[in-house]
């Protein structure tokens, strides 16, 4: 078993800056590949980013990709979102997922192990 727990989200204006945090704690940080998702009110929960098990690899979302950047903290078994130049069509509850198989995927049901989400809201 993994637990997750996100912190980090918040109220911002447009153009503004969140970092995110999910601490992961139960097994072996680095034998997960790590991934964000988010769910906006009224659709589908939708892939954002995810980190190889040694943080050397990423993959993002189109719609995020220049803005956000993951990073992981192997030490303090934390991932990282660091959200720049936020747009009101961000704000969503931001969920941490972790997944034990070393394969990389954007689907959701695939990932094992999910924080309770935080949530991010742009002002415009």
């Known amino acids: 078993q993994v637990q997750l727990v996100e912190s980090g989200g918040g109220l911002v204006q447009a153009g503004g800056s969140l970092r995110l945090s999910c601490a992961a704690s139960?097994?072996?940080?680095?034998?997960?590949?790590m991934a964000w998702f988010r769910q906006a009110p009224g659709k589908e929960r939708e892939f954002v980013v995810f980190i190889s098990r040694n943080g050397a690899g990423t993959y993002y979302a189109d719609s995020v990709k220049g803005r956000f950047t993951i990073s992981r903290d192997s030490a303090r078994n934390t991932v990282y979102l660091q959200m720049n130049r936020l747009k009101p069509e961000d704000t969503a509850v931001y969920y941490c997922?972790?997944?034990?198989?070393?394969?990389?995927?954007?689907?959701?049901?695939?990932?094992?192990?999910w924080g309770q989400g935080t949530q991010v809201t742009v002002s415009s």
């Open positions: 139960g097994r072996t940080f680095s034998n997960y590949v």
């Open positions: 997922a972790a997944k034990g198989t070393n394969s990389y995927t954007i689907t959701s049901s695939e990932y094992d192990y």
